[in-house]
């Protein structure tokens, strides 16, 4: 049975968003002249390939659903409280089992030892055996010559998955027109092979996974990979949905201030000078503090935890895009306002145009650039305000999967000795991937759309 | 000048206004005084015998806004409005919840905050408008080209990792200076000297991108071709045309902050130990000690805005094109 | 004779034009104290030619082949300290704009310190008054403390000049230094460099796309197009009798066979009347608005149009014609005045019987470039008018009323389905004239509709305005601050200055015998072709 979490739904809107935008750049020549741009880029292209993958992953873990189980007691199929997602399901041999306690990564043994009793009455310390993983080479005793084996596995596995998708889409004219699709290959041979070696690291870390602990576990022995890979949902859901939320906001305001101006203006630059003036991270822990406050004394009746988590989630990214729009907003206004000067909205006034129309018309479709450039902007921000505001004990509720939570858990397992440092590496890891595919790619997209950045000389 | 001085802080009365309320609703309206009350003694079993005493150890027993118990100007004065809000305006920040005198805390760990943050942005502010200039001379060169790859993966990393690596490589393994802590006087220089550095080098990867930026768009315009075309060189162009009108934004942005340095950086206070103003946030917020969160909401709010005022005063002074009537 | 600079097959390229050499071949040379006029329209590559010389193109500009050969050195071939040299002793350059060209944050002083060789302070400060005072600039003592924002457009100029002839240099190069003056200033500069070329015996390469002014300087004339010289001809001669048909046709552009059979003012009623119209703005000088000045954009101004008749308002930038523009169109608030269109008060109707109203009058602006949203199609560009103020046409007769317009105006049936970034000025301002043609106005106001077109298609655009007057009998109320343009396409015009008409009157009368002082001055300031 599907399950729909408040925060799928938005999700689900921002693809259903993002997808028809695409087909609207795809209609309108001007427009996907400036975003074939951003794929001319090298790193452009890269980074738009790594981030479409990281929002699969973010997708297929928004597919929530309740499993059928058979109940003994009441002789009947019932749904289990439990909600998985389609990602749990591809990962589920990963995760399915857990050890007791820490265990470093590719290790066959516990970080720390126990007693064991060998016989009778001799106990011994010694590093326990891990249960599920570690201790089950498949190709080989040698756990590097079974990792080299696994890897090239996984290497003709992705050739194989790659010579499918080949057939797949060139089927209609693989024979007749070999030569120009090897030379269409070679052209865009940068793109095609970032394809393969980011779809080679994803199976290879499959195949590992499944034997090894790559990252190791934590505490309780979950594998630290799983969270990582859980916790891209999070950071994602963050860094897109506080935009969707904010966005109706800046965009409404900021064109109503800048193009009408007078009166309504001054109320407008009133709220978000005002807004302003807090400094962030106090308004946003404030507001934060008192939906802490509100839960716990009206305590809903969730059906269970994942939903509560998720409400803390949805709340999050609601008082993030609350506090964050007023930037969007000031910019969208002194746009407005050098628009409401240019020739051709005056030239449109000359028609008697409604100034809806003229808004809806001219306004908004040559003010979109910026909110582009600063969506893609902003994103990258709040994915590392998210680990900030866990650390606070002010982000995401302390059950969801999250980097934030990973480092804050990793600070106690610093001043161990000896030291974990695997869970903080592996949130280091993810979130750096992200952010920095992210920064590239908004700076592609700022050289493209800016108009500063194209200049034409005489 | 003083004249406009006087304007502007007339035009900052109605923002406090809007802020005063604002928090006011916040911390008062979306829960009341007893729902709060309620979860500092823990959420079950608590009489409301024990509420009441909780919330008129505090003062927050009285009515929101006006008070039908009593007479005459008692009636707005004995109200939590007027008492928690309105006395805000006075710099009375009253009593924290657990019940220190939050205005004497902040006297005393605003100096340790600014300790870090002064010279965290005058170093930083230097090293980064050294290595923006460095790029800049080297413009549309690979020294240009990688070091903004550079910049650009310095600043995907979180803060956290930096504080987290620094504190475990300097401090634990190289044992050159405590973990954290702090001491008055000279002493302090050793507890200093992490978290500064650290600062620093968080604060590269923007900084100097954001700089060189500044320089770029500076050095494309007409009046550069005009300094060009007099025959001067390369560097003497940059220093005495490029930079003199890239520090107008450079030093505007760098004076718009100076007043909220005393507010220190939650961050790196907490995790160094150090007893300045954002350790003293950080702590409340995880203590859920509101009256200390509102008082830090409202200070910050009349820190920001003086330094809004000394931005347009300090474009007077660098910019001749700005004149304040 | 002596050869100062010569310019031998200079071939150059641009990156972001795939490549193409946007100069071909281009060799001329220069004489001493000889002043060279480059012409050519906007494209043609005269600044990157000049740019070449002083060697200041941008990074993506590359020299394929060439030689400059200055005072018997190869300038490409000098090392950039040797070439600092020059620019520092033999090679000066002043710029279109001097509004960006001086650094904001400088004091005059300062700026024009680094021109001089370093020697102690006094003596430089002297050095400057004195030539600030040689290129006009009286009160020198005062200027050289002040900022560039402190000072007019002029005056920035005739620093930019000081600043150039400071080291005595052997070679002026002036990139276009008078377009963005106006015309009484334009005569002024133009005097100026004259004289100084006289007294400090240097040559002048003059660059610029207005061929009367390039009549008033020059002793050679060297014509550019598509980055190919087309012509090298002495002033006199070029003047007298073009080579070229290229040349010859710019310099027929600004000659117009209108014929002028308006004359006399016929018996039907005004197409347009406006009366003691005013229009004051407040100047808000701080957040308060407490001191705010009141600026008189346009004061007290009568005039009225016949049908079929051209009216023209001429005055140089700053004197309100474009805000009589405004203010007729309702783009901006009124302060007191009547404006009649077909004797109706359009100021005294509600909004739908202005709305129903409008389609009589429409405008065209200055910017093709930014007078049509890059976001839309040029037939939705077009179709925008037609659909809001007739909204009684069906689809099918909008579509062969948008084909019948775009070939009126001279372009194919095809451009309905592109984007306006796809066309070039000229074709954008047909655009913009079909834009209001579909509605069949019977007045046009056309706000400077050529001002930022080159002077040949500037020629077309105003044939193509004369044409469509000849079939459909509209009355234009024509703006411009280019009054030997107004003079021959004008039936009747006003002179606008500081906001009120000085004067008005039949073209012809005004032209050739103008009463008013600032008329006759403005006049005299026009650059004329001196055959």
């Given at each position: 049975m599907f399950v729909f979490l408040l925060t799928d739904l938005f999700f689900y809107i921002i693809i259903l968003t993002l997808l028809s935008y695409i087909l609207y750049v795809r209609k309108t020549p001007d427009l996907l002249e400036t975003w074939s741009y951003v794929f001319k880029n090298k790193t452009g292209a890269l980074s738009v390939l790594v981030l479409s993958f990281f929002m699969i992953i973010a997708l297929s873990d928004s597919i929530h659903f309740k499993n059928k189980v058979y109940d003994e007691n009441n002789k009947k199929y019932t749904y289990t409280s439990e909600i998985s997602s389609l990602l749990d399901i591809i990962l589920l041999p990963i995760h399915e089992n857990s050890e007791k306690s820490y265990s470093s990564p590719f290790s066959s043994k516990l970080y720390s030892k126990e007693t064991v009793k060998i016989d009778k009455d001799i106990d011994k310390r010694v590093y326990p055996k891990l249960k599920y993983k570690g201790n089950h080479n498949l190709y080989s005793e040698k756990n590097i010559q079974n990792i080299f084996i696994t890897i090239i596995i996984s290497f003709v596995k992705t050739l194989f998955i790659c010579f499918i998708m080949y057939l797949i889409i060139f089927y209609?004219?693989?024979?007749?027109?070999?030569?120009?699709?090897?030379?269409?290959?070679?052209?865009?041979?940068?793109?095609?092979?970032?394809?393969?070696?980011?779809?080679?690291?994803?199976?290879?870390?499959?195949?590992?996974?499944?034997?090894?602990?790559?990252?190791?576990?934590?505490?309780?022995?979950?594998?630290?990979?799983?969270?990582?890979?859980?916790?891209?949902?999070?950071?994602?859901?963050i860094g897109t949905l506080t935009t969707i939320v904010m966005l109706p906001f800046a965009i409404f305001l900021g064109i109503f201030a800048g193009y009408i101006g007078g009166f309504v203006d001054d109320i407008i630059q009133y709220i978000y000078t005002t807004l302003n003036s807090i400094p962030s991270v106090l308004l946003i822990a404030s507001a934060i503090l008192m939906l802490q406050v509100y839960m716990a004394n009206n305590p809903i009746d969730f059906e269970n935890v994942y939903e509560r988590a998720d409400l803390r989630l949805f709340f999050l990214c609601m008082i993030l895009g609350l506090t964050s729009w007023t930037g969007l907003c000031r910019l969208l206004r002194g746009e407005s306002m050098k628009l409401r000067e240019i020739e051709y909205v005056q030239a449109s006034q000359t028609f008697g145009l409604s100034k809806v129309s003229i808004i809806i018309r001219h306004i908004i479709p040559n003010i979109m650039h910026i909110v582009i450039i600063t969506v893609v902007l902003d994103f990258s921000a709040l994915v590392l305000a998210e680990a900030v505001l866990s650390y606070v004990n002010i982000g995401v509720d302390p059950t969801t999967y999250s980097w934030g939570n990973m480092i804050n858990a990793a600070r106690l397992e610093m001043s161990r000795e000896p030291i974990v440092w695997w869970s903080l590496f592996a949130a280091f890891l993810f979130m750096f991937i992200l952010v920095l595919f992210a920064n590239l790619f908004?700076?592609?997209?700022?050289?493209?759309?800016?108009?500063?950045?194209?200049?034409?000389?005489e | 000048m003083i004249k406009y001085i006087l304007k502007r802080l007339v035009y900052i009365i109605p923002i406090l206004i809007g802020v005063n309320l604002l928090t006011f609703a916040l911390f008062f309206v979306v829960n009341s005084p007893d729902e709060i009350a309620r979860l500092h003694l823990g959420n079950k079993r608590v009489t409301q015998e024990q509420i009441y005493a909780w919330n008129e150890e505090r003062g927050y027993n009285n009515p929101l806004f006006y008070n039908n118990s009593e007479k005459g100007l008692d009636a707005i004065q004995k109200t939590i409005f007027y008492e928690k809000s309105l006395k805000l305006f006075l710099f009375d920040f009253g009593v924290s919840d657990s019940g220190r005198d939050i205005k004497y805390d902040i006297q005393q760990r605003m100096w340790p905050s600014l300790a870090i943050a002064l010279p965290s942005l005058i170093v930083g502010v230097l090293i980064n408008i050294t290595f923006a200039l460095f790029f800049v001379f080297f413009r549309s060169t690979y020294v240009d080209y990688f070091g903004v790859i550079i910049c650009v993966a310095l600043m995907s990393i979180s803060s956290l990792f930096y504080i987290i690596g620094g504190q475990y490589l300097i401090s634990k393994l190289l044992h050159l200076v405590p973990i954290s802590g702090y001491a008055h006087g000279y002493d302090a220089v050793k507890f200093l000297i992490l978290p500064v550095i650290i600062s620093v080098i968080y604060g590269i990867g923007s900084g100097t991108r954001w700089y060189r930026s500044l320089f770029l768009e500076e050095i494309e315009k007409d009046y550069v071709k005009t300094a060009k075309s007099k025959g001067l060189s390369e560097s003497s162009v940059l220093f005495n045309h490029v930079f003199k009108n890239a520090l107008i934004p450079i030093l505007t942005g760098i004076v718009v902050i100076l007043p909220l340095l005393f507010l220190g950086s939650l961050i790196v206070e907490s995790f160094f130990g150090i007893p300045g103003l954002g350790s003293y946030t950080i702590d409340a917020i995880q203590s859920q000690d509101f009256a200390i969160v509102r008082a830090m909401v409202f200070l910050g709010t009349i820190l920001y805005i003086v330094g809004l005022i000394l931005t347009d005063i300090s474009y007077t002074l660098v910019d001749p094109r700005v004149r304040l009537k | 004779m002596n050869k100062l600079l010569s310019v031998k097959d200079l071939c150059l390229t641009i990156k972001s034009k795939e490549n193409q050499k946007v100069l071909k071949n281009i060799s001329f040379d220069i004489h001493k104290s000889e002043i060279v006029s480059l012409i050519g329209e906007s494209g043609s590559g005269k600044s990157l030619t000049a740019l070449s010389i002083i060697r200041l193109l941008e990074k993506s500009c590359k020299i394929k082949?060439?030689?400059?050969?200055?005072?018997?050195?190869?300038?490409?071939?000098?090392?950039?300290?040797?070439?600092?040299?020059?620019?520092?002793?033999?090679?000066?350059?002043?710029?279109?704009?001097?509004?960006?060209s001086l650094n904001p944050v400088m004091s005059i002083f300062e700026q024009l310190r680094e021109s001089y060789p370093k020697k102690n302070?006094?003596?430089?400060?002297?050095?400057?008054?004195?030539?600030?005072?040689?290129?006009?600039?009286n009160d020198a003592d005062r200027v050289i403390n002040l900022y560039p924002h402190q000072l007019s457009g002029g005056m920035k100029q005739r620093v930019m000049i000081a600043m150039a002839i400071a080291c005595k240099p052997k070679l002026l190069i002036a990139d276009e230094p008078t377009t963005s003056l106006d015309v009484t200033?334009?005569?002024?500069?133009?005097?100026?460099?004259?004289?100084?070329?006289?007294?400090?015996?240097?040559?002048?390469?003059?660059?610029?796309?207005?061929?009367?002014?390039?009549?008033?300087?020059?002793?050679?004339?060297?014509?550019?197009?598509?980055?190919?010289?087309?012509?090298?001809?002495?002033?006199?001669?070029?003047?007298?009798?073009?080579?070229?048909?290229?040349?010859?046709?710019?310099?027929?552009?600004?000659?117009?066979?209108?014929?002028?059979?308006?004359?006399?003012?016929?018996?039907?009623?005004?197409?347009?009347?406006?009366?003691?119209?005013?229009?004051?703005?407040?100047?808000?000088?701080?957040?308060?608005?407490?001191?705010?000045?009141?600026?008189?954009?346009?004061?007290?101004?009568?005039?009225?149009?016949?049908?079929?008749?051209?009216?023209?308002?001429?005055?140089?930038?700053?004197?309100?014609?474009?805000?009589?523009?405004?203010?007729?169109?309702?783009?901006?608030?009124?302060?007191s005045g009547k404006i009649k269109i077909c004797d109706k008060d359009i100021l005294n109707m509600n909004n739908s019987e202005i709305r129903s109203f409008r389609k009589n009058y429409q405008m065209i602006f200055q910017d093709p470039f930014s007078s049509l949203n890059p976001r839309m199609r040029i037939g939705a560009i077009i179709k925008e008018g037609l659909c809001f103020l007739k909204p009684e046409i069906d689809n099918r007769t909008i579509s062969s009323i948008l084909e019948d317009v775009i070939d009126k105006v001279g372009l194919s049936i095809d451009s309905l389905n592109k984007y306006p970034h796809q066309f070039s000025g000229g074709q954008r301002q047909r655009i913009a004239i079909a834009r209001v043609l579909v509605l069949n106005p019977k007045l046009l106001i056309c706000d400077e509709p050529t001002s930022s077109l080159d002077v040949t298609v500037q020629k077309q655009v105003l044939d193509l305005l004369l044409n469509i007057q000849e079939k459909t009998k509209i009355s234009y109320l024509f703006i411009s601050h280019d009054i030997k343009l107004i003079s021959n396409f004008s039936d009747t015009i006003s002179i606008m200055h500081k906001g009120r008409i000085v004067e008005h009157g039949i073209t012809s009368d005004i032209i050739n015998n103008s009463k008013n002082s600032y008329t006759k001055k403005l006049l005299k300031s026009v650059p004329q072709i001196i055959n």
């Amino acid at each position: 049975m599907f399950v729909f979490l408040l925060t799928d739904l938005f999700f689900y809107i921002i693809i259903l968003t993002l997808l028809s935008y695409i087909l609207y750049v795809r209609k309108t020549p001007d427009l996907l002249e400036t975003w074939s741009y951003v794929f001319k880029n090298k790193t452009g292209a890269l980074s738009v390939l790594v981030l479409s993958f990281f929002m699969i992953i973010a997708l297929s873990d928004s597919i929530h659903f309740k499993n059928k189980v058979y109940d003994e007691n009441n002789k009947k199929y019932t749904y289990t409280s439990e909600i998985s997602s389609l990602l749990d399901i591809i990962l589920l041999p990963i995760h399915e089992n857990s050890e007791k306690s820490y265990s470093s990564p590719f290790s066959s043994k516990l970080y720390s030892k126990e007693t064991v009793k060998i016989d009778k009455d001799i106990d011994k310390r010694v590093y326990p055996k891990l249960k599920y993983k570690g201790n089950h080479n498949l190709y080989s005793e040698k756990n590097i010559q079974n990792i080299f084996i696994t890897i090239i596995i996984s290497f003709v596995k992705t050739l194989f998955i790659c010579f499918i998708m080949y057939l797949i889409i060139f089927y209609k004219t693989l024979f007749k027109n070999f030569k120009k699709i090897t030379t269409y290959f070679l052209r865009n041979k940068f793109i095609y092979l970032s394809f393969f070696i980011i779809l080679l690291i994803f199976i290879s870390l499959y195949d590992l996974s499944i034997q090894y602990y790559v990252l190791g576990t934590d505490k309780v022995g979950e594998d630290v990979l799983y969270k990582s890979i859980k916790s891209i949902r999070t950071g994602i859901l963050i860094g897109t949905l506080t935009t969707i939320v904010m966005l109706p906001f800046a965009i409404f305001l900021g064109i109503f201030a800048g193009y009408i101006g007078g009166f309504v203006d001054d109320i407008i630059q009133y709220i978000y000078t005002t807004l302003n003036s807090i400094p962030s991270v106090l308004l946003i822990a404030s507001a934060i503090l008192m939906l802490q406050v509100y839960m716990a004394n009206n305590p809903i009746d969730f059906e269970n935890v994942y939903e509560r988590a998720d409400l803390r989630l949805f709340f999050l990214c609601m008082i993030l895009g609350l506090t964050s729009w007023t930037g969007l907003c000031r910019l969208l206004r002194g746009e407005s306002m050098k628009l409401r000067e240019i020739e051709y909205v005056q030239a449109s006034q000359t028609f008697g145009l409604s100034k809806v129309s003229i808004i809806i018309r001219h306004i908004i479709p040559n003010i979109m650039h910026i909110v582009i450039i600063t969506v893609v902007l902003d994103f990258s921000a709040l994915v590392l305000a998210e680990a900030v505001l866990s650390y606070v004990n002010i982000g995401v509720d302390p059950t969801t999967y999250s980097w934030g939570n990973m480092i804050n858990a990793a600070r106690l397992e610093m001043s161990r000795e000896p030291i974990v440092w695997w869970s903080l590496f592996a949130a280091f890891l993810f979130m750096f991937i992200l952010v920095l595919f992210a920064n590239l790619f908004s700076d592609a997209v700022r050289d493209a759309f800016d108009p500063r950045a194209n200049k034409n000389y005489e | 000048m003083i004249k406009y001085i006087l304007k502007r802080l007339v035009y900052i009365i109605p923002i406090l206004i809007g802020v005063n309320l604002l928090t006011f609703a916040l911390f008062f309206v979306v829960n009341s005084p007893d729902e709060i009350a309620r979860l500092h003694l823990g959420n079950k079993r608590v009489t409301q015998e024990q509420i009441y005493a909780w919330n008129e150890e505090r003062g927050y027993n009285n009515p929101l806004f006006y008070n039908n118990s009593e007479k005459g100007l008692d009636a707005i004065q004995k109200t939590i409005f007027y008492e928690k809000s309105l006395k805000l305006f006075l710099f009375d920040f009253g009593v924290s919840d657990s019940g220190r005198d939050i205005k004497y805390d902040i006297q005393q760990r605003m100096w340790p905050s600014l300790a870090i943050a002064l010279p965290s942005l005058i170093v930083g502010v230097l090293i980064n408008i050294t290595f923006a200039l460095f790029f800049v001379f080297f413009r549309s060169t690979y020294v240009d080209y990688f070091g903004v790859i550079i910049c650009v993966a310095l600043m995907s990393i979180s803060s956290l990792f930096y504080i987290i690596g620094g504190q475990y490589l300097i401090s634990k393994l190289l044992h050159l200076v405590p973990i954290s802590g702090y001491a008055h006087g000279y002493d302090a220089v050793k507890f200093l000297i992490l978290p500064v550095i650290i600062s620093v080098i968080y604060g590269i990867g923007s900084g100097t991108r954001w700089y060189r930026s500044l320089f770029l768009e500076e050095i494309e315009k007409d009046y550069v071709k005009t300094a060009k075309s007099k025959g001067l060189s390369e560097s003497s162009v940059l220093f005495n045309h490029v930079f003199k009108n890239a520090l107008i934004p450079i030093l505007t942005g760098i004076v718009v902050i100076l007043p909220l340095l005393f507010l220190g950086s939650l961050i790196v206070e907490s995790f160094f130990g150090i007893p300045g103003l954002g350790s003293y946030t950080i702590d409340a917020i995880q203590s859920q000690d509101f009256a200390i969160v509102r008082a830090m909401v409202f200070l910050g709010t009349i820190l920001y805005i003086v330094g809004l005022i000394l931005t347009d005063i300090s474009y007077t002074l660098v910019d001749p094109r700005v004149r304040l009537k | 004779m002596n050869k100062l600079l010569s310019v031998k097959d200079l071939c150059l390229t641009i990156k972001s034009k795939e490549n193409q050499k946007v100069l071909k071949n281009i060799s001329f040379d220069i004489h001493k104290s000889e002043i060279v006029s480059l012409i050519g329209e906007s494209g043609s590559g005269k600044s990157l030619t000049a740019l070449s010389i002083i060697r200041l193109l941008e990074k993506s500009c590359k020299i394929k082949s060439g030689k400059i050969i200055f005072l018997n050195k190869n300038l490409l071939s000098l090392e950039e300290r040797d070439m600092r040299d020059i620019r520092k002793e033999d090679i000066s350059m002043i710029f279109q704009e001097p509004m960006r060209s001086l650094n904001p944050v400088m004091s005059i002083f300062e700026q024009l310190r680094e021109s001089y060789p370093k020697k102690n302070k006094i003596d430089i400060k002297k050095n400057i008054i004195s030539d600030l005072v040689s290129v006009g600039i009286n009160d020198a003592d005062r200027v050289i403390n002040l900022y560039p924002h402190q000072l007019s457009g002029g005056m920035k100029q005739r620093v930019m000049i000081a600043m150039a002839i400071a080291c005595k240099p052997k070679l002026l190069i002036a990139d276009e230094p008078t377009t963005s003056l106006d015309v009484t200033i334009q005569k002024q500069v133009l005097d100026l460099l004259v004289e100084l070329r006289e007294k400090l015996n240097m040559a002048i390469l003059f660059i610029t796309h207005d061929l009367a002014v390039a009549s008033q300087v020059s002793d050679k004339i060297i014509v550019l197009k598509d980055g190919k010289i087309i012509e090298e001809n002495n002033a006199k001669e070029f003047f007298k009798l073009p080579k070229n048909s290229y040349s010859k046709s710019l310099l027929e552009s600004s000659v117009y066979n209108r014929q002028f059979f308006n004359n006399q003012f016929n018996s039907e009623n005004d197409i347009l009347s406006v009366q003691n119209l005013k229009v004051f703005y407040q100047e808000k000088k701080s957040f308060f608005g407490n001191n705010s000045s009141l600026l008189k954009a346009v004061d007290d101004v009568s005039l009225s149009i016949k049908p079929g008749m051209t009216h023209a308002i001429a005055g140089e930038s700053g004197s309100g014609k474009t805000t009589i523009a405004k203010a007729i169109m309702g783009l901006t608030n009124i302060t007191s005045g009547k404006i009649k269109i077909c004797d109706k008060d359009i100021l005294n109707m509600n909004n739908s019987e202005i709305r129903s109203f409008r389609k009589n009058y429409q405008m065209i602006f200055q910017d093709p470039f930014s007078s049509l949203n890059p976001r839309m199609r040029i037939g939705a560009i077009i179709k925008e008018g037609l659909c809001f103020l007739k909204p009684e046409i069906d689809n099918r007769t909008i579509s062969s009323i948008l084909e019948d317009v775009i070939d009126k105006v001279g372009l194919s049936i095809d451009s309905l389905n592109k984007y306006p970034h796809q066309f070039s000025g000229g074709q954008r301002q047909r655009i913009a004239i079909a834009r209001v043609l579909v509605l069949n106005p019977k007045l046009l106001i056309c706000d400077e509709p050529t001002s930022s077109l080159d002077v040949t298609v500037q020629k077309q655009v105003l044939d193509l305005l004369l044409n469509i007057q000849e079939k459909t009998k509209i009355s234009y109320l024509f703006i411009s601050h280019d009054i030997k343009l107004i003079s021959n396409f004008s039936d009747t015009i006003s002179i606008m200055h500081k906001g009120r008409i000085v004067e008005h009157g039949i073209t012809s009368d005004i032209i050739n015998n103008s009463k008013n002082s600032y008329t006759k001055k403005l006049l005299k300031s026009v650059p004329q072709i001196i055959n």
